[in-house]
């Protein structure tokens, strides 16, 4: 097996002082740093939305962050306005090794669609590219690290997994928003799909 290190959004708007902060989210840094001389290639990803874009709760009359929505592509909860294009807040995290990725990925740039996998947007059919250039290079095994545990890295290794991967989730190196019992349901069905949680 070929292993790529994936690091799901290190980006400044979910770390402690940014727009959708999650908790720990900086503490995480120095760890997967350390973890990229392991890996035969480094994939960074980057929550890049256009302003305006539809997971803003600031986009919907009457709705406020965290709220649930009906989208034509299905539920989508709602969002504070985060990871704009080129704003300080989707930078990623000032400690990360950025020198190191191979492939800097950006997801969520279409103004009407979120995208919290790194394989396909939320209408799960339109694909990201990912999963071609993962193929392409032989990279056939994957470890997750990253932000959050379970939106944008559970549902990237559930689809990994799909996909036909070979997928662990670095539990130490990800931190989780846990919405409503989300970080349970993520980490029960990355379970069932057989992502390994090391
Ligand atoms: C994410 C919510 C909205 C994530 C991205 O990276 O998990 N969550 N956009
Ligand atoms: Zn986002």
Known sequence: M???LIVIDLQNDFCPGGALAVAGGDDIVAGINAQMDR???VVLTQDWHP???????SQHAGRAPYDVVQMDYGA?????DHCVQGSQGAAFH?????????LILRKGFRVGIDSYSAFFENDQTT???LDGYLRAR???ALDFTGLATDFCVAWSALDAARLGFNVRVLMDLCRGIDL?????RALEEMRAAGVELV
Request: charged fraction near 10%.
């Open 76 to 80: 989508q909860v709602l969002w504070p």
């Open 138 to 140: 032989g990279l056939n």
């Open 94 to 102: 000032p400690g990360l090794v950025t020198e190191r990725a191979d």
């Open 180 to 184: 409503g019992g989300s970080m349970a």
């Open 51 to 57: 302003a305006g874009h539809s997971s803003f709760a």
């Open 127 to 129: 694909p990201t590219g």
């Open 2 to 4: 070929t292993r790529a």
């Open 39 to 41: 890996a035969a290639s």
